[in-house]
């Protein structure tokens, strides 16, 4: 049923990872075995293997909505924006399983009400933002309906929120932030006055509980083990944050030191620790790295 994302806990995150390598072989080729990660891409990424998988969600449409369905967008747009033969030689082969996600989205978000606000795979503003990277692709080659359809979305689901209680945080099995997934999607659909503002009034005060690493007691437990994922999860999305906020903003310095405590947290755990951490906690790795 899987022939080319298999060999992870989950779906998901063999495709998380299949992007991880990809990164990593776009941006630190000396850093990876190359030849090893090619032999794995080419005998995965092929025309039949992939037509396997879109026909998959032929019969099940819901399949992974929204995070499986993101991760497949985010590896199609690293492909298409590469500039290598055998890079595009797996996007030509993976472009069917994107046009057919793509509009599973654009079926799915006009009848979704309400969003979820979820620490993890049901999130749906980590959802949409993991596909802002394809949908700006398509745009420019002239297909806007995807990234119209998340505008339109983000807007209608999270524009009004205001005093978000972001010191409810963190979940126990949480390896997203519902905050900071929100604040990130909305930083990039407003412009950065807009975002501005809107910041001010999402989030008043930064909670002590948001600007502290999480702690992970159980590495081998798999739902514990999701905080690593939202350690560097928020190291990320700090990140990003900071560099949208304009430099005389008192917030880039706290969001600045706490991505660095939370990366100093977690990043260590990438290799070397438990397979219910090892499957998946490198692509999150990448996801900050190669930001």
Not at 161 to 183: K, M, V
Not at 235 to 241: E, I, Y
Request: hydrophobic share 45%; aromatic share 12%.
């Amino acid at each position: 049923m899987h022939p080319a994302f298999y060999g992870c806990y989950d779906w998901h995150s063999a495709v998380e990872m299949h992007w991880a390598l990809i990164r990593l072989l776009r941006l630190v080729p000396s850093g990876v075995p190359g030849d090893d990660v090619q032999r794995v891409l080419d005998r995965h990424l092929t025309v039949e293997n992939l037509q396997i998988e879109a026909a998959y969600f032929q019969t099940r449409p819901g399949f992974e909505r929204p995070y499986g369905w993101c991760w497949t967008l985010m590896l199609a747009a690293e492909l298409v924006s590469w500039d290598d033969p055998s890079a595009q030689r797996w996007s030509a082969a993976l472009r069917p399983l994107a046009e057919h996600i793509s509009g599973l989205y654009l079926q799915w978000l006009p009848r979704a009400t309400y969003p979820s606000r979820d620490g993890a795979h049901a999130n749906s503003a980590f959802g949409l933002v993991r596909a802002l990277p394809f949908a700006n692709l398509l745009a420019a080659s002239g297909d806007a309906r995807l990234l119209d359809a998340i505008t339109v979305c983000a807007l209608r689901w999270f524009l009004d929120d205001a005093g978000y209680p972001a010191g409810w945080e963190p979940g126990g099995a949480d390896f997203l932030s519902p905050a900071l997934t929100e604040a990130e999607l909305m930083s990039a659909v407003l412009s950065p006055a807009e975002f501005a503002t809107w910041f001010d009034r999402f989030l008043p005060e930064l909670p002590e509980s948001l600007l502290t690493p999480a702690v992970v007691s159980d590495p081998t437990d798999g739902q514990t083990a999701h905080l690593h994922g939202l350690n560097l999860y928020r190291a990320f999305a700090f990140g990003q944050l900071a560099g949208v906020l304009t430099a005389s903003d008192s917030r880039r310095a706290f969001l600045a030191d706490a991505g660095r405590r939370h990366a100093e947290a977690s990043l260590p755990a990438v290799s070397g620790s438990d397979y219910m951490v090892e499957h998946w906690l490198a692509a999150y790795a990448v996801l900050l790295l190669g930001a």
